[in-house]
T-cell receptor, first 113, second 114 residues
Framework: SQQGEEDPQALSIQEGENATMNCSYK?????LQWYRQNSGRGLVHLIL?????REKHSGRLRVTLDTSKKSSSLLITASRAADTASYFC?????????????FGKGTHLIIQP | ETGVTQSPTHLIKTRGQQVTLRCSSQ?????VSWYQQALGQGPQFIFQ???????GRGNFPPRFSGLQFPNYSSELNVNALELDDSALYLC?????????????FGPGTRLTVT
């Protein structure tokens, strides 16, 4: 089952604009991660934010986490055509076992040149 | 690109057959996880191997099985293939016990069951 839900499902913007994607999840987490996937290929890790962090930056990426609302957002600033991809949030649960990452359905981002 | 490799890239099988998919983890990583990604969906966790033993499993039936070898490479075996098994199969390696934290994904194997 999918824990996370990304919003919107699809987003199309002009190159140079900022893109914001949101993610909601259901259970307590250790951390939340964002991944990018190009055309049905492997996933690339973008950024990890721990449950005790509220905001994190990496280059043009800014991630926020609100554990009280069980939500996160990914902001990509000054978008480029190469940013066209699907973006997934994934949660790493607090369970002691190895239960893997739980992914949402993703946001498909299209950057128009 | 990560150092995780998968083979084959594409595979076409008939319903009822068996399939083996392979994964070589990134150097230094002792944990391998397998995920199934249906078209238009996010990846779903199948199971994880740590030091050659399965140490976590998602909601997949026993006909999905695996192995991890001393060099930490891994296999995913699926018996009695069903049409719904058609998907992209991804393996991911990590260096933290239990596979917590950042995962390094391979390019995937696209399985089509006819």
């Amino acid at each position: 089952s999918q824990q996370g839900e990304e919003d919107p499902q699809a987003l199309s913007i002009q190159e140079g604009e900022n893109a914001t994607m949101n993610c909601s999840y259901k259970t307590s987490i250790n951390n939340l991660q964002w991944y990018r996937q190009n055309s049905g290929r492997g996933l690339v890790h973008l950024i990890l934010i721990r449950s005790n962090e509220r905001e994190k930056h990496s280059g043009r990426l800014r991630v926020t986490l609100d554990t009280s609302k069980k939500s996160s957002s990914l902001l990509i600033t000054a978008s480029r055509a190469a940013d066209t991809a699907s973006y997934f949030c994934a949660t790493d649960g607090r369970g002691g076992g190895a239960d893997g990452l739980t992914f949402g359905k993703g946001t498909h981002l299209i950057i128009q040149p | 690109e990560t150092g995780v490799t998968q083979s084959p890239t594409h595979l076409i099988k008939t319903r009822g057959q068996q399939v083996t998919l392979r994964c070589s983890s990134q150097s230094g990583h002792n944990t391998v996880s397998w995920y199934q990604q249906a078209l238009g969906q996010g990846p779903q966790f199948i199971f994880q191997y740590y030091r050659e033993e399965e140490n976590g499993r998602g909601n997949f039936p026993p006909r999905f099985s695996g192995l991890q070898f001393p060099n930490y490479s891994s296999e995913l075996n699926v018996n009695a293939l069903e049409l719904d098994d058609s998907a992209l199969y991804l393996c991911a390696s990590s260096y933290l016990a239990g596979g917590k934290g950042e995962q390094y994904f391979g390019p995937g194997t696209r399985l089509t069951v006819t």
